[in-house]
């Protein structure tokens, strides 16, 4: 469906603050809350999308060591880099200086089946706003707004030692969805701050592939302010 992209960080950034400009809140929200039943994915990674863009200002690309990779004598063989600007943002945002070649076809496919496993990088940033610009959102109906309410009380009962694995299982009852997909929702909450973290000092439990709800706990429960910003006609 799409042909293959080069970018530049720049361009990127200033792509990114055009488009999210012709986004409003209202369509956003709306997006989200539908996507609850009708199960559109992509309407639902938007709001993530659009979150992170509101963070960003114009710049020029810094370039800043991101990590090292490392022979078997333990000789650094290799050198990442990314934006500082960009990484020292909320969330720490991924910014390289060029996208050369890259396929688009394989968020797009990422976006459409998870609702986005990228956010947070600025390519996909760009992307999801662009399709997001062109669609046509529909009113969220009552069934949508009862699963988002039956979603926040869920979280609100949670345990205050709980993880987001748990909560995670907890709300396979509430909304229709198989265990990537309620993953996916719970960063997209956690990356737009409903489920904020209230410390980033906590332990983790070995290997798992949380990036945004890694620290949130029960004891947490859920951003009510942020609620209130996004979903206050709603809720």
């Known amino acids: 469906m799409f042909d293959n992209i080069n970018i530049t960080h720049d361009q990127c950034i200033d792509e990114i603050l055009d488009t999210v400009n012709n986004i409003s809140i209202g369509k956003i929200s709306k997006a989200f809350l539908s996507s609850l039943s009708n199960r559109r994915l992509d309407w639902r990674s938007g709001i993530a999308s659009f979150y992170i863009a509101k963070q960003l200002t114009k710049h020029k690309y810094l370039k800043t060591i991101s990590g090292h990779g490392y022979d078997n004598n333990g000789q650094i063989n290799h050198t990442s880099y990314t934006c500082g600007i960009c990484r020292d943002l909320k969330h720490g945002i991924i910014g390289y200086s060029d996208y050369i070649?890259?396929?688009?076809?394989?968020?797009?496919?990422?976006?459409?089946?998870?609702?986005?496993?990228?956010?947070?990088?600025?390519?996909y940033t760009l992307f999801d706003l662009r399709m997001f610009d062109k669609e046509n959102i529909t009113e969220p109906t009552i069934e949508d707004i009862t699963i988002f309410k039956n979603i926040l009380k869920t979280i609100e009962s949670s345990q205050i030692n709980d993880y987001p694995s748990k909560l995670e299982q907890r709300l396979s009852g509430i909304i229709k969805s198989i265990k990537n997909e309620r993953q996916v929702l719970m960063e997209i909450m956690a990356c737009i701050e409903i489920l904020k973290p209230g410390s980033y000092d906590r332990p983790t439990t070995g290997r798992h592939d949380w990036k945004f709800v890694e620290y949130w706990r029960g004891i947490d429960k859920y951003n009510k302010e942020i609620v209130k910003i996004f979903f206050c006609e709603y809720i």
Do not use: P, Q, S
């Not at 968020?107 to 986005?116: S, V």
């Open 101 to 123: 070649n890259e396929d688009l076809n394989v968020l797009n496919f990422e976006r459409l089946k998870w609702g986005g496993i990228r956010h947070g990088d600025l390519l």
